[in-house]
């Protein structure tokens, strides 16, 4: 487990079983790259509760190296019902699906 800020994630709102998620900018590259784990907040709740928001690699066996330290956020994606987010290191680009959370 690697954990980074990403400060250009930070802020950032993404959808998920029927809430509206606040991502902070805290990032735990997890399992080799496979596992983006990152910390959010709700922003539909006056509790604001806490959370880790759970993205599995989309395109194995393609992943972020753990090793690569800094911001790596490109952009959030809508595909359906499935949240992306996709993380770039030049000239590479990974796709991560939100998969599951976990209140903290």
């Keep these: 487990?690697?954990?980074?800020?990403?400060?250009?994630?930070?802020?950032?709102?993404?959808?998920?079983?029927?809430?509206?998620?606040k991502l902070t900018g805290n990032v735990d590259v997890r399992e080799d790259g496979d596992v983006l784990a990152v910390e959010a907040k709700q922003a539909d709740d006056v509790k604001a509760e806490a959370a880790m928001l759970y993205f599995d690699n989309a395109d194995p066996p393609k992943s972020l190296n753990p090793g690569s330290e800094g911001p790596h956020f490109d952009r959030l994606e809508r595909d359906g019902?499935?949240?992306?987010?996709?993380v770039k290191k030049d000239p590479r680009r990974y796709r991560y699906r939100l998969e599951r959370l976990e209140y903290a």
């Design 81 to 86: 019902d499935e949240q992306l987010l996709v």
């Design 1 to 21: 487990m690697v954990e980074q800020r990403w400060e250009d994630i930070r802020g950032k709102q993404v959808e998920y079983n029927g809430h509206t998620w």
